[in-house]
């Protein structure tokens, strides 16, 4: 993400990068919802830009799987199965563990204020302005990932909480699965504790909540004894034998 921006004419790297950061915004504040097309023409138009250029950008956005490339029918927002979503939860839950590790104890002053004013900002955020609610939510963790200072990390952090986001767009009710924000105060205090053991159980406990709340809903039966699931339809079909039984 350079921020050498010439005056004049842009360059066409610098172009690939403003679509690129749009799309994903739109993305992540969950206004291109998964599944919407991705039309290089219309987008082109909009950016005024090539469809070449368009094409990279949608092709960075394919890397880290937050838009599908399909052949002949052109790009899409992803629209990550069930099994997927479980697996970049997993992905997500074990490498946010690390950056817990790294940075218990560790917080500068400043590091701390950063990440206070954050939430505050959410919590201002929240219930006024959804889209701004949600994208601050997945920052956050963007955020906590970038004071370790291992790129390595910020890349994967960012690039599994972004589909993450995706994910609570396709199979939660909307607007019910964000982080809450006393959950992230708790993760603050976790770290300035310095307790890395509690401060990884903090983020887990985090993680998991966020992850139920969308998978959960995704999956109303999952849990429940087969008899349960089974009694709607059983009494639907003995509803149509007594119908039917002059047949
Ligand atoms: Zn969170």
Not at 119 to 135: F, K, N, T, Y
Not at 191 to 203: K, Y
Request: glycine fraction near 6%.
């Amino acid at each position: 993400m350079s921020k050498r921006s010439k005056p004049g004419k842009a360059s066409d790297t610098d172009r690939v990068g403003t679509i690129y950061r749009a799309l994903r915004r739109a993305i992540i504040e969950q206004a291109l919802e998964p599944g919407a097309k991705l039309p290089e023409d219309a987008i082109g138009e909009r950016f005024g830009a090539s469809r070449t250029i368009v094409r990279h950008a949608l092709g960075q956005l394919a890397a880290e799987g937050l838009v599908e490339l399909r052949r002949n029918r052109g790009a899409a927002v992803a629209t990550p199965s069930w099994d997927q979503a479980r697996d970049i939860f997993d992905a997500r839950i074990a490498m946010e563990r690390l950056v817990m590790q790294r940075l218990a104890g560790q917080l500068t002053r400043p590091q701390i204020e950063q990440l206070r004013n954050h939430v505050d900002e959410e919590e201002r955020a929240r219930g006024r302005d959804e889209p701004l609610s949600i994208r601050l939510a997945t920052e956050f963790h963007i955020v906590l990932a970038e004071m370790t200072g291992s790129a390595v990390l910020e890349h994967y952090v960012s690039e599994t909480s972004s589909r993450c986001g995706l994910i609570l767009a396709l199979y939660s009710r909307p607007h019910s699965s964000e982080c809450a924000v006393s959950e992230h105060r708790e993760i603050i205090e976790a770290l300035v504790e310095g307790d890395a053991t509690r401060a990884v159980a903090v983020m887990d406990q985090h993680l998991e909540a966020v992850a139920s709340r969308a998978l959960i809903v995704s999956r109303p039966n999952k849990g429940k004894d087969i008899k349960d699931i089974l009694a709607g339809y059983v009494n639907a079909e003995n509803e149509k034998g007594r119908n039917g039984a002059r047949r």
